[in-house]
T-cell receptor
Framework: GNSVTQMEGPVTLSEEAFLTINCTYT??????LFWYVQYPGEGLQLLLK?????DKGSNKGFEATYRKETTSFHLEKGSVQVSDSAVYFC???????????FGKGTHLIIQP | GAVVSQHPSRVICKSGTSVKIECRSL??????MFWYRQFPKQSLMLMAT?????????EQGVEKDKFLINHASLTLSTLTVTSAHPEDSSFYIC??????????FGDGTRLSIL
């Protein structure tokens, strides 16, 4: 079956630091890959996505590249802000009719 | 704006009560909706796939008699937690795909059983 493994937190960084949150996956076929963000007390929001190998998803300064050879989709940001503090979930989908498989989430804390 | 509306956002009730949670797609039709459960500081786990006009598909380990799902129309799916107990306390989230777009999530329902 499908599975997603992401680094566990909490990850604590200072403002303007470089961020990497690792995510690797196991799936049959060619899944689509996503990063979702959950701010305190809120629901999930799509941060970025990639639907095929070598695609790069980007949004709000965050980037992730779909690496089929390493089955990875690591999330990066060059300079984090306090407002980026949230829980980040890596997820995959086998297709439109499939539910998402989520990683366990990484709690990111950015200190001023 | 929100494309999936979930109601209520929070429920607190006594043990033994049945609780219904609604998930609505706004301005689009959803033949399929998904229900997830999130324990504190844990990931979201897919519970079931709600199918309009047919029975829901439950994930392994999810009791279908405990978590009743009804996809009443192309814009509404309901999850009823029957005879809820404290161990059912959790954050329940629904989602719906819109065309080929990624799933859109509701804001979730925090269920607390006393």
């Amino acid at each position: 079956g499908n599975s997603v493994t992401q680094m566990e937190g909490p990850v604590t960084l200072s403002e303007e630091a470089f961020l990497t949150i690792n995510c690797t996956y196991t799936a049959t076929g060619y899944p689509s890959l996503f990063w979702y963000v959950q701010y305190p007390g809120e629901g999930l929001q799509l941060l970025l996505k990639a639907t095929k190998a070598d695609d790069k998803g980007s949004n709000k300064g965050f980037e992730a590249t779909y690496r089929k050879e390493t089955t990875s989709f690591h999330l990066e940001k060059g300079s984090v802000q306090v407002s980026d503090s949230a829980v980040y979930f890596c997820a995959l989908s086998g297709g439109g009719a499939d539910g998402l498989t989520f990683g366990k989430g990484t709690h990111l804390i950015i200190q001023p | 704006g929100a494309v999936v509306s979930q109601h209520p956002s929070r429920v607190i009730c006594k043990s033994g009560t049945s609780v219904k949670i609604e998930c609505r797609s706004l301005d689009f039709q959803a033949t399929t909706m998904f229900w997830y459960r999130q324990f504190p500081k844990q990931s979201l786990m897919l519970m079931a796939t709600s199918n309009e006009g047919s029975k829901a598909t439950y994930e392994q380990g999810v009791e279908k008699d405990k978590f009743l799902i009804n996809h009443a129309s192309l814009t509404l799916s309901t999850l009823t937690v029957t005879s809820a107990h404290p161990e059912d306390s959790s954050f329940y989230i629904c989602s719906a795909p819109l065309g080929n777009q990624p799933q859109h999530f509701g804001d979730g329902t925090r269920l607390s059983i006393l």
